[in-house]
């Protein structure tokens, strides 16, 4: 009896230690994970959209020409669309399936938009940009099958699924966002459209560089077969898009092969460097970095444009006059406005805009 009684004790003592030590653990973990809410706030963006209620009509799937191209306000608010952008610094082809995979488990939007920038990469890149797309996503069969395909040589899947094994080390750089940011983050998109007001004009844009093979890779093309397939068997509509970007430099040799495939595939494609006039993008004024990105002038008028091209071509419904997204977008433009007159104050007092 006294001896049952004490293996009982030394049991209660044993799983007590356990649940401290995993405790301790995941406390650390939390704290020496980045944080991402200045400087680099790429790695934040993938995890906002489990926040946001899943009725939307358009998601738009990407890189950076997308996320900081396309203002998702304006389609609200001059079409009566519902969108909403999952992009990340330097989103692989793979990545953007995985998120396209994971995003239908939570809703079928009519239109998935996506950028065919990524088609240039066949192969794994740098874990820097992997970390900012796959830390944020939610645990699921998508996530794991997106580290699978994005893992380099050097890295390895146990540090994806404890990343405390990555980021031990990052006790010296602590700061303090990373208490202030423990438990919560501010958001740093707007529906996930990443905000700048400030410009650089677009001065001596350099060509592109003569390339060995301007074949896209059977990588790229096998992940494209495979959004196309995901999105028939959803009944989703597929969009392909090229960003007005000026650089990267987009070949003519890619468009060729993005034209072929659009047509083969009996998708809709639209170049919008071939569309700038029509857009009305004026890169004196409509980037912020010359030419890279653009502004808020420049997301504005992207929307603007291909808002009607939704509608017309896509055949998307004005949902203005639906109670609940009226306030919901009301909330979110109080955000928007916010943020245009913080930015601009940055600029007013000569400070640089973040």
Same mark, same amino acid.
């Given at each position: 009896m006294e001896r049952n009684r004490a293996k009982k004790k030394t049991a209660v003592r044993v799983l007590l230690s356990a649940v401290i030590i995993l405790v301790v653990l995941y406390l650390l973990q939390r704290l020496l994970m980045p944080k991402y809410m200045s400087g680099v706030v790429e790695g934040a963006m993938v995890s906002e959209y489990y926040d946001e209620k899943k009725d939307h009509d358009v998601i738009f799937i990407g890189d950076c020409e997308l996320y900081e191209n396309i203002s998702p306000m304006v389609l609200w608010e001059e079409y009566g669309i519902n969108s909403y952008i999952r992009g990340t610094a330097q989103q692989l082809i793979w990545q953007s399936y995985y998120l396209m995979e994971e995003t239908f488990t939570? &809703? *079928?939007?009519?239109?998935?938009?996506?950028?065919? =920038?990524?088609?240039?990469?066949? &192969?794994? #890149? %740098?874990? !820097?940009?992997? %970390?900012? !797309? =796959?830390?944020?996503?939610?645990?699921s069969r998508s996530k794991i099958g997106s580290i699978k395909a994005s893992? !380099?040589?050097? +890295?390895?899947? =146990?540090d994806y699924v404890f990343p405390l094994l990555r980021y031990h080390s990052r006790w010296n750089e602590l700061s303090g966002e990373d208490f202030k940011y423990f438990w919560h983050r501010e958001k740093v998109t707007h529906n996930g459209y990443y905000m700048r007001v400030d410009a650089l004009p677009a001065e001596n844009v350099p060509e592109g560089k003569i390339l060995a093979d301007y074949q896209f890779g059977d990588n790229a093309y096998y992940y494209l077969d495979k959004m196309v397939e995901l999105c028939e068997k959803n009944d989703v509509e597929l969009v392909l898009v090229k960003a007005p970007s000026l650089a990267p430099y987009w070949y003519d040799e890619w468009e060729v092969q993005m034209e072929d495939y659009a047509r083969e595939h009996d998708l809709k494609y639209y170049n919008f460097l071939e569309l700038i006039d029509e857009v009305g993008l004026d890169f004196t004024t409509d980037t912020y970095d010359a030419g890279l990105h653009l502004n808020l002038s420049g997301a504005e008028k992207m929307a603007h444009y291909f808002g009607r091209v939704l509608a017309e071509d896509c055949g998307l419904e004005n949902r203005r006059g639906e109670e609940e997204l009226e306030r @919901?977008? +009301?909330? *979110? %433009? #109080? @955000?928007?406005?916010?943020?245009? @007159?913080? #930015?601009? &104050? @940055? =600029?007013e007092a000569g400070e640089p805009v973040k």
């Amino acid at each position: 009896m006294e001896r049952n009684r004490a293996k009982k004790k030394t049991a209660v003592r044993v799983l007590l230690s356990a649940v401290i030590i995993l405790v301790v653990l995941y406390l650390l973990q939390r704290l020496l994970m980045p944080k991402y809410m200045s400087g680099v706030v790429e790695g934040a963006m993938v995890s906002e959209y489990y926040d946001e209620k899943k009725d939307h009509d358009v998601i738009f799937i990407g890189d950076c020409e997308l996320y900081e191209n396309i203002s998702p306000m304006v389609l609200w608010e001059e079409y009566g669309i519902n969108s909403y952008i999952r992009g990340t610094a330097q989103q692989l082809i793979w990545q953007s399936y995985y998120l396209m995979e994971e995003t239908f488990t939570y &809703e *079928k939007p009519d239109v998935v938009v996506f950028n065919v =920038l990524s088609m240039k990469y066949d &192969e794994p #890149q %740098r874990e !820097t940009y992997n %970390r900012m !797309t =796959l830390d944020g996503m939610k645990w699921s069969r998508s996530k794991i099958g997106s580290i699978k395909a994005s893992m !380099t040589e050097e +890295e390895n899947f =146990l540090d994806y699924v404890f990343p405390l094994l990555r980021y031990h080390s990052r006790w010296n750089e602590l700061s303090g966002e990373d208490f202030k940011y423990f438990w919560h983050r501010e958001k740093v998109t707007h529906n996930g459209y990443y905000m700048r007001v400030d410009a650089l004009p677009a001065e001596n844009v350099p060509e592109g560089k003569i390339l060995a093979d301007y074949q896209f890779g059977d990588n790229a093309y096998y992940y494209l077969d495979k959004m196309v397939e995901l999105c028939e068997k959803n009944d989703v509509e597929l969009v392909l898009v090229k960003a007005p970007s000026l650089a990267p430099y987009w070949y003519d040799e890619w468009e060729v092969q993005m034209e072929d495939y659009a047509r083969e595939h009996d998708l809709k494609y639209y170049n919008f460097l071939e569309l700038i006039d029509e857009v009305g993008l004026d890169f004196t004024t409509d980037t912020y970095d010359a030419g890279l990105h653009l502004n808020l002038s420049g997301a504005e008028k992207m929307a603007h444009y291909f808002g009607r091209v939704l509608a017309e071509d896509c055949g998307l419904e004005n949902r203005r006059g639906e109670e609940e997204l009226e306030r @919901a977008w +009301e909330k *979110k %433009r #109080q @955000a928007y406005d916010a943020e245009i @007159a913080r #930015q601009q &104050e @940055a =600029l007013e007092a000569g400070e640089p805009v973040k």
